[in-house]
């Protein structure tokens, strides 16, 4: 399997899935009022799973489309857990202030895989 494999199924997933924003740019945390605001719209693939059970989390860009650009690999500390959040449609700008975003609390850390 080469790269563009993993880019490609990354895509299929996305565009047979709705993507449903339930963190509008803007928009805080429901349980961290105090963090900063979401940059990005931020939200989930309906009917996908990650690692916490949940649909796969993703930022939405301002390019308007359904386009991979990249993927976010986050570790949690405070949860002790990992996750991969989809950055779709997003400019190269828009993707690396997603990443300084995740990267602000003591506990949370991301790095940026681009497509």
């Known amino acids: 399997m080469n790269n563009g494999d993993f880019w490609d199924f990354f895509q299929k997933i996305v565009n047979e899935s709705k993507i ?15 963090a900063p605001p979401y940059p990005l719209d931020y939200g989930f693939l309906e009917g996908t ?11 939405v860009g301002s390019l308007g489309d359904n386009v991979v650009k990249g993927v976010l690999c986050t570790i949690d500390a405070r949860q002790k857990d990992s996750e991969v959040k989809v950055l779709i449609g997003c400019t190269e700008d828009e993707m690396n202030i997603a990443c300084e975003h995740l990267n602000g609390p003591d506990f949370f850390r991301a790095i940026l895989v681009k497509r």
Do not use: L, V, W, Y
Request: charged share 25%; with cysteine.
């Open 20 to 34: 449903i924003i339930d963190r509008p740019k803007g928009s805080h945390h429901p349980n961290f009022p105090d």
């Open 49 to 59: 799973a990650s690692m916490d059970g949940e649909g796969i989390d993703c930022f």
